[in-house]
């Protein structure tokens, strides 16, 4: 871990371009960025699992950009994608700092993610207690998916951290410590008014000049002042559904920090969320069904939990229970839809430990003609504790 800067080695590349690094094993590897894949559905035309192909001294490995995807361990060192050019570009605004056509990010083969220890995952709840939206992931809890965009408009490629819970019940704490550097509808002195005024909002700074942003907060702690120290762990507030919620109840948990060529830029925040919970519970079983899917009547969906995490073990089973009455076994399987409507398809994971745990796939149908008109109810369901 030596040398290693906060949240791992950030590069961001352009096609064909290359990068030596030591990730502290005192052996040095070169990684070249061959390709950048951005293929669009067929049904609402955004990009819904970009990739980039990575060549790590000689060999090649095709990596996920962003979701629900942790690092892949690669020539003795960890390889994640934060984003791609695409996605970046969609937003219309410079929400990511990206230099080049992908962000890679790369860690020691052991160790942790974050620094020398985790972040303090912020909801005081389960994993996955609801519905969620992570980095690079096309927003769709408030139906956004649902609509068109019309030229000129940008595509909600979802940036920062939505965890979904129950309003007013769910407790959020400091993830790192840092100093209050903005309380609602104010900031610090020294802190840039780079947004419009809120009342549900707090951003924490921390000593290396990153920023922490709670939003959607339904009450923030009254004890909290601008310019206080808090320390990872401490009470901020109750999640709520308040600001540019989308009107469903959820944190967003954004990170700023300085990206490689200087500029401030969003910083995909899932690997540091997951180490954070499995610090805090090891052990855990966490079945993952997700992103969300979106297809036509008749078009082929596939359905993965490849992406499910057993710390101490293995990963035995995977059974899903779809809502038209199946049950199939498999990670990965394939299923069609004959209607539309809002789908909401269950996988059961089992671990050699005989451990289970249940996870839902939210599966969007729209109709053949993708009319925006006429878009299927959206429900969003939580439970407290």
């Known amino acids: ?54 060549e790590i001294d000689g060999g090649t490995v095709e990596i996920q950009a962003g979701l629900y995807n942790l690092p892949v361990a690669v020539a003795g060192m960890r390889v994640d994608c934060a984003v791609t050019r695409g996605v970046a570009e969609a937003l219309l605004r410079d929400v990511h700092g990206l230099a080049g056509d992908a962000r890679i990010r790369c860690w020691p083969a052991t160790g942790f993610l974050f620094g020398p220890k985790p972040i303090v995952y912020p909801a005081r709840q389960r994993w996955f207690a609801s519905m969620t939206q992570l980095g690079n992931e096309r927003t769709y809890v408030d139906a956004g998916e649902m609509v068109l ?53 707090v951003r924490i700074r921390d000593e290396h ?37 989308g009107g469903w109840s959820h944190l967003h948990f954004g990170i700023r920090a300085p990206q490689p060529d200087g500029r401030p830029g969003q910083v995909n925040a899932y690997p540091f969320f997951a180490e954070a919970y499995l610090h805090e519970n090891p052990g855990s079983l966490l079945a993952c069904a997700r992103p969300h899917q979106v297809a036509a009547v008749g078009e082929t969906v596939r359905l993965d939990a490849g992406n499910s995490i057993c710390d101490g073990g293995v990963i035995r089973d995977y059974v899903w229970t779809l809502q038209n009455g199946a049950s199939r076994r498999g990670r990965t399987i394939e299923t069609v839809y004959e209607r539309e409507g809002m789908y909401s398809e269950m996988v059961t994971v089992t671990d050699d430990r005989g451990r289970t745990d249940v996870d839902f796939c939210v599966v969007q149908i729209v109709p053949p ?6 878009t299927p109810p959206a429900m969003h369901l939580t439970y407290y504790p």
């Open 369 to 374: 003609d993708a009319d925006p008109a006429r």
């Open 1 to 54: 871990m030596a040398g290693m800067p906060q949240g791992g080695w950030v590069f961001d590349l352009s096609l064909g371009q290359s990068v030596r690094l030591d990730p502290g094993d005192g052996r040095e590897r070169t990684l070249v960025l061959r390709e950048v894949r951005e293929a669009k559905d067929a049904v609402r035309g955004v990009i819904r699992e970009p990739s980039v192909v990575l």
């Open 149 to 201: 965009n019309p030229p000129g408009k940008a595509v909600y490629y979802h940036y920062g951290t939505d965890l979904g819970g129950y309003d007013k019940a769910v407790p959020i704490v400091a993830a790192v410590p840092g100093r209050v550097v903005r309380l609602g509808k104010l900031w610090a002195a020294d802190e840039t008014e780079d947004e419009y005024p809120r009342d549900d909002v």
């Open 209 to 245: 000049g990153w920023r922490y942003r709670y939003s959607h907060l339904d009450m923030i702690n009254p004890k909290l002042r601008i310019d206080d120290r808090v320390e990872a762990g401490d009470f901020i507030g109750f999640l709520g559904q308040k600001g540019a919620s």
